[in-house]
């Protein structure tokens, strides 16, 4: 019957895979960045994020006191950084709206100031946070974002950065694992 098509077969090991050109780009050396330098540091890393990121990094790099630590890290789809051991400023790469640590006393200020609620994808506010839209952070603004941020952090306990986060008592029992911590000798 010529009105049928006929199947058409593959041989799977006459066929030649190529590699995708990730896998085919050579890999390039990193230079030894000197430590404390963020913002050269993350310039080689990561290439492909918005530039206010950048612009953060660099601010943050500037006005943080050298005799504080500071670390970023990636967390809830936030570029995020760490003054000493707790959450601080963070930029959110989708739509450039800046995550301020404020504490629950300064919410009022910082929503007078054209902030938001952090209110997180589930529904809940993240108490003590606020979102700035773009128009509010950037150029000489984000000093005062940077100096409520700063006023907080200082009041709040400095976290040793090997401590593991702790569990809700009731996400603990539900995985079925003890609600209670044994400090080991």
Not at 1 to 13: E, F, N, Q, V, Y
Not at 22 to 28: M, Q, S
Not at 44 to 67: G, I, M, Q, S, W
Not at 128 to 141: C, H, L, Y
Request: a positive charge; charged letters at 30%; proline letters at 7%.
């Amino acid at each position: 019957d010529l009105s049928r098509p006929k199947p058409t077969i593959k041989r799977a090991c006459g066929m030649l895979r190529a590699r995708p050109a990730c896998a085919r780009a050579p890999r390039v050396a990193l230079p030894d960045v000197v430590a404390g330098d963020l913002l050269a540091k993350h310039k080689l890393a990561k290439t492909n994020e918005p530039a206010c990121v950048d612009r953060l990094r660099a601010f943050l790099d500037d006005h943080v006191p050298d005799d504080i630590d500071m670390e970023e890290r990636d967390m809830f789809g936030c570029a995020m950084w760490l003054v000493r051991g707790n959450m601080f400023l963070g930029i959110v790469r989708k739509n450039e709206k800046l995550l301020v640590r404020v504490g629950k006393q300064a919410i009022d200020e910082a929503l007078a100031k054209g902030a938001t609620r952090c209110i997180i994808a589930s529904g809940r506010e993240f108490p003590g946070a606020v979102f700035v839209p773009p128009e509010n952070w950037r150029g000489n603004k984000l000093n005062i974002w940077y100096n409520m941020a700063m006023t907080y952090n200082k009041t709040m306990d400095e976290k040793d950065p090997n401590d593991k986060p702790r569990k809700r008592p009731a996400a603990a029992a539900a995985a079925g694992r003890s609600t209670h911590r044994v400090k080991r000798v």
